[in-house]
């Protein structure tokens, strides 16, 4: 349960995440949670007294206990709270009264588990509220500040407890354990990790507001099952761009969107795992897949900042990691450039005779000769103008060496070369293992950099923060304002507005719609006919009749007024044969060539109104070739949402067709978007399928419109 809909102060988070003295309330030796949370205390670095409250035993954990709050005597900045559900509101009474205004709860019981439990949420909440309190929690770990020491946190803590600019937030407190071991065994330091629980008051929103404002942080993790209030969090994320922070995101959980938008096309190719993609994707925010990657690729961009392109440089001392590592550009949309002129030529001059000098580069086996050869190959390399970074494959040594001080000195070199390179260069092993203390140490001695573990999440996380680096870009960093006109809509708006209708506001509000005329005779049909000249296409009208294809209600290609009575006598009768009502035709004059496109819009319950640009037509859902925005969005915006279709070079003039006049059709579907987001809170659905592009010529051939 999240009830929480106000944003905490910063100086108030700040006082949650940094005390100087803690009350475990509730602390006993018979829970593991306690001895825990007072271990991990004890044993990583806080400086400041741990005071016990246990109201019915003298001594807990080999220290005294207070019965009570109150009994401490002494001034307390923050509460870890583990006693019984219905004592914890006692509690923050009590210590409300005291002053103490931070508080974790760790109890659970509460709106996780039905309504009595809400019930008592959202009294813990209105208290919180009415005596400015900061709540984490409840049923939430804890957290871990590797940054200050503080780590009032209900699991072991497993050592050594790195810190670092990596900040974790959590929606899971089973994987936090796990989440922070592998961010051990990769050497990727924590500024902090925070296990959520219920959110009752502190969001996820809140702590990424604190870290983007923290100095200590300079990437943001997330593991989310939900995201909980988007209006929100689309706010911190583009706090977090402004701030040049990246968000690293792994959004577990996908369902099909509400079937109520099943109407339109549209509705079955945005769902929710989808929107959420769009969202991440205009806010700047990296979605990864694993909890490996997440992880990973946080430590990469901490390492790197932006990587201002896509021509990644690879030098390995393996031929077979460099066949690897060319699939894997290729899927995560990398490019591999040839080597300029200059720089094969100084490669000639230091690798072995029987080295193929290309991109990617192997130095071949013989840097067991010259131990310097791969460093001094990456400095080559580096100077490279025609590449963006360069991928330095090489593992930390993982076993004691039979000369320490000869590796430190080699890596220290190595080190350095990498920090004098002119572009950024990205350490990576060949498979993914732990880093030993061994490895640690030379790390820690030689200053040498991160080291992505293994190519397969490398490569990802290189694709990711090329991705990223672009989106800095494109983001726009502020929250969208709504200055449109007032639209023209004539007529109610509830049910379903089939073509006609739909096509009549299009054209009322400024989109190109191609000419119709309705007819309920057959003579009206052919006069529409002779009027737009022949060929021309009639299509069936109902009310309620949505895809007219379904049951044969379009034809095309009509050449003659006889063939317009057949048509328009054919489909009036099976309309009413189906017991339809409002029977007539549309006629329209054929279009033929060009692209067709579905421009489709639908309101998403939790991101709002959502546009779909796909290529197909009818056969869209077959094609399956879309994209998605989260409006409002600009023609800019558009224009590089063509791009990112796969069949955009149809767009482009594949095969001697015309191209497309891109800007016009970005113009178009842009317009599209603004109508429906003036369209008010009752639009459940726009479509326009097709959209007709030929050339210079944008024109909507069918549409659909729901209102809820």
């Known amino acids: 349960m999240s009830t929480a809909t106000t944003r905490i102060r910063t100086g108030a988070m700040q006082a949650l995440f940094a005390p100087r003295s803690i009350a475990l309330v509730g602390a006993t030796d018979k829970s593991g949670w306690s001895l825990s949370t007072f271990e991990n205390l004890r044993t990583n670095g806080f400086r400041g007294p741990v005071h016990l409250v246990n109201p019915r035993t003298e001594v807990v954990h080999g220290r005294r206990a207070h019965r009570s709050l109150t009994d401490i005597g002494e001034a307390v900045d923050m509460a870890y709270v583990m006693v019984p559900t219905p004592a914890v509101l006692p509690v923050l009474r009590e210590g409300a009264g005291l002053g103490i205004r931070s508080y974790v709860v760790l109890t659970a019981g509460f709106g996780e588990t039905g309504p009595e439990g809400r019930r008592l949420e959202e009294e813990i909440l209105a208290f919180a509220r009415e005596n400015q309190l900061t709540v984490l929690g409840p049923n939430g770990n804890g957290y871990i500040n590797a940054t200050e020491g503080t780590t009032p946190y209900g699991l072991p803590i497993p050592p050594p407890l790195i810190s670092g600019p990596v900040g974790v937030v959590l929606q899971s407190g089973a994987l936090a354990s796990s989440i922070l071991a592998f961010a051990q065994a990769r050497n990727v330091g924590l500024s902090l990790l925070t296990s959520m629980g219920n959110e009752t008051m502190v969001s996820v929103t809140d702590v990424i507001d604190y870290l983007v404002d923290d100095p200590a942080t300079r990437v943001i993790a997330l593991f989310l099952e939900s995201v909980r209030r988007p209006e929100e969090f689309a706010r911190a994320a583009r706090r977090a761009a402004r701030a040049g922070k990246p968000i690293v995101a792994l959004k577990i959980g996908s369902s099909a969107l509400a079937s109520h938008t099943a109407q339109a096309h549209t509705g079955a190719l945005v769902g929710d795992d989808a929107v959420v993609d769009a969202a991440f994707r205009q806010l700047g925010v990296v979605r990864v897949r694993s909890l490996e990657d997440l992880i990973i690729t946080a430590g990469l961009l901490a390492q790197t900042g932006p990587v201002r392109g896509p021509r990644i440089a690879v030098v390995t001392p393996s031929g077979g990691a460099c066949e690897v590592i060319a699939d894997r550009a290729e899927q995560e949309g990398l490019e591999l450039p040839p080597f300029a002129t200059e720089t094969v030529a100084r490669l000639k001059e230091i690798l072995p005779d029987f080295a193929t000098v290309q991109n990617p580069l192997d130095v071949t086996g013989y840097v067991v000769v010259d131990r310097t050869l791969l460093s001094r190959a990456l400095e080559v390399v580096a100077d490279d103008p025609g590449v963006d970074a360069v991928m330095l494959l090489t593992d930390l040594p993982r076993l004691p060496p039979a000369d320490l001080n000869l590796t430190l000195q080699h890596f220290a070199a190595t080190a350095q070369r990498i920090r004098d390179a002119r572009r950024p260069v990205i350490v990576a092993g060949n498979v993914l293992t732990d880093i030993t203390e061994v490895g640690r140490q030379v790390q820690r001695e030689t200053g040498f950099p991160y080291v992505v573990g293994g190519i397969e999440h490398a490569m990802t996380a290189i694709g990711a923060a090329v991705r990223w680096s672009r989106a800095l870009g494109e983001t726009d960093r502020t929250a969208p304002a709504d200055k449109g006109v007032p639209p023209v809509v004539r007529g109610e708006t509830t049910g379903l507005w089939t073509e006609h209708r739909a096509s009549r506001l299009l054209t009322d509000n400024g989109v190109p719609v191609v000419p119709s005329t309705l007819a309920a005779t057959e003579d009206e049909a052919v006069e529409a006919a002779a009027a737009f000249g022949y060929p021309v296409v009639l299509k069936a009208v109902a009310e309620g009749l949505g895809h007219k294809s379904d049951i044969g209600g379009v034809r095309l290609g009509l050449n003659g007024p006889e063939a317009v009575r057949e048509a328009h006598g054919e489909v009036c009768a099976t309309l009413r044969d189906r017991g339809l009502t409002g029977v007539g035709t549309l006629v329209q004059p054929q279009r033929s060539g060009g692209v067709e496109l579905l421009v489709g819009v639908v309101r998403d319950p939790a991101w709002g109104l959502t546009m779909a ?96």
């Open 613 to 708: 640009v796909a290529l197909g037509g009818i056969w869209v859902e077959v094609l399956r070739d879309s994209v998605l925005r989260l409006l409002p969005v600009d023609t800019a915006g558009i224009r590089r949402a063509l791009g990112e279709l796969r069949g955009a070079r149809l767009l482009q003039g594949a095969r001697g067709t015309e191209p497309a006049d891109l800007d016009k059709v970005a113009e178009v579907v842009a317009r599209i978007g603004q109508l429906a987001g003036s369209l008010g809170p009752r639009l459940e659905s726009l479509e326009v399928n097709p959209l007709l592009v030929r050339g210079s010529e944008v024109e909507a051939l069918d549409a659909l419109i729901t209102w809820n």
